[in-house]
């Protein structure tokens, strides 16, 4: 589908320079570790184009300020283009399975090798049987046994995604609320079994949810479609 105003030529996209006024620096550094960061996807075929975008960017005149206000900009800026250059990798083998039982008589489990665990849910409103889960480990930050959902990352319309496959007949799901007030929604055997609303817990606390009565089957597939209110 085209962008809007995508024709040819119009006044809204008629040639004139990027930067029209000068631009505000922002005051923090682009790979700032103490300050939020996002993870970028994009196919790298359009690297050298993006590129060339940054490029604006190392312009002194994009910038307002004073002399050295305006080459920390210009420094930041080259950073920032470095930055978009550098692939981020999330290997598999270092991502934890949302399980901490090793126990091996314990049939609440399957193999990790066998089960995409972490990635989003292109389509969370859809009924129950027709949610679409793609893997994408990329907007997960994993801590310990803890799964935390990188929100900055998801692109509109998508919501987290954790699905697991369990033998078990009975079990117990456990939510800690986080900083960041969630709602999940859980879905078993491609129906739905209820929503965790995390806003009615104070930050830190567990809602624990026992699921039970399920049927005999070989297994079950869990999905848990997380999303902010």
Known sequence: MDAAYNFYPNPMNLQEVSFPQELIPP???????????????????????????????????AWVGDDDEKKLAVNRAQVLKWLLQKPVEVGERDIPAPYWDDDEDVDDEMPVEDQDWYGMVTNPTA??????????????????????????????????????????????????????????????????????DTSTVAEGQ??????????????HDILLVVSNP
Do not use: H, K
């Open 27 to 61: 005051d923090v550094d682009p790979d700032d570790p103490d300050l939020e960061l996002i993870l970028v996807e994009y196919n790298p075929a359009w690297t050298a184009v993006l590129m060339a975008a940054c490029d604006q960017l190392g312009q002194y005149s």
């Open 206 to 219: 567990i809602i624990e949810v026992d699921v039970n009565g399920l049927e005999d089957l070989d297994f």
């Open 127 to 196: 009924p129950a049987d027709e949610l679409t889960f793609v893997e994408n480990a990329v907007i997960w930050i994993f801590t310990g046994f803890i799964a935390l959902v990188l929100s900055p990352a998801l692109p509109a319309g998508v919501a987290a995604g954790l699905a697991f496959r369990t033998l078990a007949t009975r079990f117990t799901l456990a939510f800690r609320r986080g900083d960041i007030i969630e709602q999940i929604r859980i879905v078993i055997d491609a129906q739905d079994y209820g929503t965790v």
